[in-house]
């Protein structure tokens, strides 16, 4: 089902509907401020294992991300130092992913992951999706295929191909084609991993 809806202002009813949907094991695709991608609730083992399926990764993997609406929620699953908060603080939301080591407090789904990626889209849909939905969203960028670029930016064609697979695609308009900026916080120094849509200030 294709949802239309608009950044400027997502409507208030839709996005109950897009986290009620969520909080029963829904899978969503929603466009973030790169590239649309995949999204279920942290605490959704069947959405978690559908995501990683669908994107033939293990759950273990780090392009695993969580997406969080304010800094005060990442503290809850993950480990910021002083640099980390600072830096975080600066860039975020923006497309950045932060890789921080997890903490104590992950979800059962992500005890085996050490560490946990961190965005917090400058997208006011998947803000607000997630502030409604009381929790992060697990997420994963849908995957660039090489001979064809158009569909992972028209919210249609998303449609198209995953509209029977998932519950949701939200048509936030057309989406980009750059990923984020991946930090690793995750040592002494943060290092870019890898070069993305953001430019880092620090």
């Keep these: 089902m294709l949802l239309k809806l608009y950044d400027t ?6 996005i109950r509907h897009i986290a009620e ?21 942290i605490f ?10 669908i994107k033939n990764h293990d759950s273990k993997r780090n392009d695993l991300s969580f997406i969080c609406h304010e800094l005060s929620e990442v503290s809850e699953y993950a480990k910021m130092d002083d640099i980390s908060f600072r830096l975080m603080k600066k860039n975020l939301p923006g497309p950045f992913t932060f890789l921080l080591n997890g903490s104590s ?27 409604e939905l009381g929790n992060p969203l697990m997420t994963s960028s849908i995957f ?25 695609v939200i048509d936030g308009g057309f989406g980009g084609l750059v990923h984020s900026t991946i930090v690793d916080c995750t040592q002494d120094e943060p290092e870019i991993i890898r070069e993305g849509a953001g430019e880092l200030v620090d």
Excluded: H, W
Excluded at 9 to 14: D, G
Excluded at 44 to 53: L, R, Y
């Design 105 to 131: 407090k992950l979800p059962k789904l992500f005890k085996n992951k050490k560490t946990v990626g961190i965005r917090m889209p400058n997208n006011s849909i998947a803000l607000s999706i997630v502030r």
């Design 144 to 168: 660039t295929r090489e001979d064809s670029s158009e569909y992972i930016t028209d919210p249609e064609l998303i449609d198209e191909i995953y509209g029977n697979q998932v519950d949701l």
């Design 44 to 53: 959704n083992s069947k959405g978690v294992e559908f995501i990683t399926k």
């Design 21 to 41: 949907v969520l909080r029963n094991g829904g899978v969503i695709i929603f466009p973030t401020d790169t590239v649309y991608a995949f999204g279920c609730s």
């Design 9 to 14: 202002n997502p409507n208030p009813a839709q």
